[in-house]
C-alpha cells in the first residue's frame, strides 16, 4: 500500500486567501484524522471522521477551518480566508481499528501564511 | 487537562549506547499507547503500539513498556546507532476523551 497520501506537500499563500489540503487514506482504513503540528503547541487533533462521518471537531479552531470526508478513499481541510497564525504543518492520519489501532501518518503539508 | 510529558526535550548519546526515553499522562484511563518517530521534514513513523492490557512490545532493539498504574511508559533503545537519530513522541489514547493525545517529544541525537 501507498501510506496515506497528503498534498500539496508545500503552499505559500497570502493571507485571506483560501487554503484546500488533501489527503487520501490507506485502503480499507474507517479512520481518518487531521493534526496539526507547530513548534510552540506540538501535536493537535483537530478532528477525526469514522466511516466518513465526522466525530470529534472540537480541535478545529475557528469557523474559518472546514473538513469534508465525501468518501472512504478522500478528505479535505480546508481553511478560510488563512491568516498568518495558520502556518504549520498539518498532519492527516489514518487508522483501521480506531482507539485501539495503529496510526499511520501521511508526510504532510507544510502551509505557509504571509 | 489531560496531558502526555516526555523528558527529557532532547538527548545526546555516543554510538552504542543503551538509553531510555520516559513519557508520562496524567489520565491513567488509557485505550492503549504508542510510540512514533518523526525525521525532520517528515510524517511520524509508528514503532510500537501497547494496548492498556499489556506491559510492553519488542520490536527488534526497541522495547516499551506501560505502567497504567504510574502514569508511565518508557521505550528503551539497544545499542543505539546514528540512524537512531530522530524526535521520538509518544502518544496517549485517552479514556475519557475519546482522543490520541501527543507529548511534546524526545529529540534524540546519537553520535558516531
Known amino acids: 500500500d501507498a501510506g496515506v497520501i497528503q498534498s500539496p506537500r508545500h503552499e505559500v499563500t497570502e493571507m485571506g486567501q483560501e487554503v484546500t489540503l488533501r489527503c487520501k487514506p490507506i485502503s480499507g482504513h474507517d479512520y481518518l484524522f487531521w493534526y496539526r503540528q507547530t513548534m510552540m503547541r506540538g501535536l493537535e487533533l483537530l478532528i477525526y471522521?469514522?466511516?466518513?462521518?465526522?466525530?470529534?471537531d472540537s480541535g478545529m479552531p475557528e469557523d474559518r477551518f472546514s473538513a469534508k470526508m465525501p468518501n472512504a478513499s478522500f478528505s479535505t481541510l480546508k481553511i478560510q480566508p488563512s491568516e498568518p497564525r495558520d502556518s504549520a504543518v498539518y498532519f492527516c492520519a489514518s487508522s483501521l481499528l480506531g482507539v485501539s489501532g495503529e496510526l499511520f501518518f501521511g508526510e504532510g503539508s507544510r502551509l505557509t501564511v504571509l | 487537562k489531560q496531558e502526555v510529558t516526555q523528558i527529557p526535550a532532547a538527548l545526546s548519546v555516543p554510538e552504542g549506547e543503551n538509553l531510555v526515553l520516559n513519557c508520562s499522562f496524567t489520565?491513567?484511563?488509557?485505550?492503549?499507547l504508542q510510540w512514533f518517530r518523526q525525521d525532520p521534514g517528515k510524517g511520524l513513523t509508528s514503532l510500537l503500539l501497547?494496548?492498556?492490557?499489556?506491559r510492553e512490545q519488542t520490536s527488534g532493539r526497541l522495547n516499551a513498556s506501560l505502567d497504567k498504574s504510574s502514569g508511565r511508559s518508557t521505550l528503551y533503545i539497544a545499542a543505539s546507532q546514528p540512524g537512531d537519530s530522530a524526535t521520538y513522541l509518544c502518544a496517549a489514547w485517552m479514556d475519557s476523551s475519546y482522543k490520541l493525545i501527543f507529548g511534546s517529544g524526545t529529540r534524540l541525537l546519537v553520535r558516531p
Open positions: 489520565d491513567s484511563a488509557i485505550y492503549n
Open positions: 501497547i494496548q492498556s492490557s499489556q
Open positions: 471522521f469514522n466511516n466518513n462521518v465526522p466525530i470529534d
